[in-house]
C-alpha cells in the first residue's frame, strides 16, 4: 500500500494526488455547509432588522466572497503540487482571469445596489430608478474596461501601450461624437438637476406635451394632438422649459376696455364689480382690480387673480364663469364694452374746414369697427 501511494506521476506522488483531492472535497463540504446553515441562519437573523445594509453584506458574502474564497483554497492546493510549467502558466492566467472576473463583478454590484438602494430610500418613482439603471450601464463598462487592464498588466503584457492607444482613441471617438457625447451629459444634467420628469407637462421652444421617455440622446414628448415629439436632450437643456406639473396655482391677468362714453360714477363701480364676481369662488384669490390705461378706443383695467390648483381645467373653468359674470355684471349696470373704432368727420359743404358743417351717423358719428 505504501509502494502505491508512493508512486509518483508527473512530479508527485499518488499520496500528494490524494491530499491535494481530499482537501478539494473539504472544502467543498465547508462551502456548502457555510452556504446551507451559516447564511441561511444570518438571513433570518437580518430580516428583523430595517436597515438593508446587514442583507447586502450577506448577498455579497454568498455571491461572491464564499465562491471567491472556495476558488483562492483551491488554487493554493493546486500549486502546491509540481505542475508542468505550461499547465502552472495556464492555472495562474486562469486564476487571474477568474480573480478579475469577481472583483469587477463585485465593484459594479456593490454601485448599483448602493445607488438604487439610496433612490428607493428616497422614495423616488419607479421611472426614476429605471433611468439610473441604464446611466449605470455607463460605470459599469468603464469599470469593466479597467478591469481588462489590470488583467493585461498581471498576465504580463504591457499596459503603458495600451493606455496609451485608448488614450488616443478616446480623444478620436470624442471629436466624433460631439454631439452624442453632448446629448449624454445633457442627459446627466436632466437626470441629477431634474428639470422635468416622466408625466410632466412641458413646453419647449413652443412645442409643448407630456413627457413619456428620457432617454440618454433624447427625450420623448406627446403632444396633446396625438403627435410624439422627439426632442434631443442637449437641445432641451440649452432652452428654458415650462413645467406646468409643478405648478401650485395659476396666476391670471388680463385687461378688459370699457367705452370712454362711461361716466365716472360707473367707472368707479369696475373695482368693486370684479372683486364681488370673483371673490365667492373658493378655488379663486382676488389679487387687483385697477384702471391700467387711457387707450385709443378704450378706458382699460387690469384684472389679476390666483387660480388654487394646476389643473388646467379648473383654471380654464374659472376664467369661464368668471368672464360671464363680468359679462352680465356689466351689463346690468349699464357699462359697455369698448372695440376698435374709428370716427370719420364729413364736411357738408365741401369746405376745407370741418366746423362748416358735420353729418354724424350712428348716434352722431359714422363710425366703422375695426
Not at 469593466?144 to 482613441?169: H, K
Not at 369662488?281 to 388654487?308: A, M, P, W
Request: proline share 3%; charged share 20%.
Amino acid at each position: 500500500m505504501e509502494e502505491i501511494l508512493q508512486f509518483s506521476f508527473l512530479g508527485n506522488t499518488l499520496f500528494a494526488y490524494c491530499i491535494a483531492i481530499g482537501g478539494i472535497l473539504v472544502t467543498w463540504i465547508v462551502v456548502r455547509l457555510i452556504r446551507k446553515q451559516v447564511i441561511n441562519f444570518l438571513k433570518k437573523l437580518t430580516a428583523r432588522s430595517s436597515t438593508n445594509l446587514d442583507d447586502l453584506v450577506i448577498e455579497i458574502a454568498e455571491r461572491f466572497v464564499i465562491p471567491y474564497v472556495y476558488l483562492l483554497v483551491n488554487y493554493h492546493i493546486l500549486t502546491q503540487l509540481q505542475l508542468l510549467p505550461v499547465v502552472e502558466r495556464i492555472a495562474a492566467a486562469a486564476f487571474y482571469v477568474i480573480s478579475t472576473y469577481f472583483l469587477v463583478r463585485l465593484i459594479n454590484f456593490v454601485i448599483h445596489s448602493v445607488v438604487v438602494g439610496y433612490m428607493e430610500r428616497k422614495n423616488e418613482p419607479p421611472e426614476r430608478i429605471k433611468q439610473v439603471t441604464g446611466m449605470l450601464l455607463v460605470v459599469k463598462a468603464v469599470t469593466w474596461g479597467m478591469g481588462l487592464v489590470m488583467l493585461a498588466d498581471n498576465l504580463g503584457y504591457d499596459v503603458t501601450t495600451i493606455i496609451a492607444g485608448l488614450g488616443v482613441g478616446g480623444i478620436a471617438i470624442a471629436l466624433a461624437a460631439q454631439n452624442i457625447l453632448g446629448d449624454l451629459f445633457s442627459y446627466f444634467v436632466i437626470f441629477f438637476d431634474k428639470p422635468f420628469e416622466i408625466g410632466d407637462f412641458i413646453i419647449v421652444d413652443g412645442n409643448f406635451g407630456v413627457v413619456e421617455k428620457i432617454g440618454i440622446k433624447t427625450s420623448h414628448v406627446r403632444s396633446p394632438d396625438g403627435q410624439q415629439l422627439v426632442m434631443p436632450n442637449a437641445e432641451m437643456v440649452k432652452s428654458v422649459i415650462h413645467n406646468y406639473k409643478r405648478l401650485q396655482r395659476r396666476r391670471v391677468i388680463f385687461s378688459i376696455g370699457v367705452v370712454y362714453q362711461t361716466s365716472p360714477a360707473k367707472l368707479r363701480k369696475v373695482r368693486d364689480i370684479i372683486q364681488q364676481i370673483v371673490t365667492p369662488y373658493e378655488e379663486v384669490t382676488f389679487d387687483r382690480t385697477h384702471l391700467k390705461s387711457f387707450g385709443d378706443f378704450s378706458v382699460n383695467f387690469e384684472i389679476v387673480y390666483y387660480i388654487e390648483s394646476a389643473d388646467y381645467a379648473i383654471f380654464m373653468e374659472m376664467h369661464h364663469n368668471i368672464s360671464l359674470e363680468i359679462f352680465e355684471q356689466f351689463e346690468k349696470h349699464g357699462i359697455e364694452f369698448a372695440f376698435p373704432t374709428q370716427t370719420l368727420y364729413v364736411n357738408q359743404q365741401g369746405g376745407d374746414a370741418a366746423t362748416n358743417g358735420e353729418k354724424q351717423y350712428n348716434n352722431h358719428q359714422l363710425t366703422t369697427a375695426g
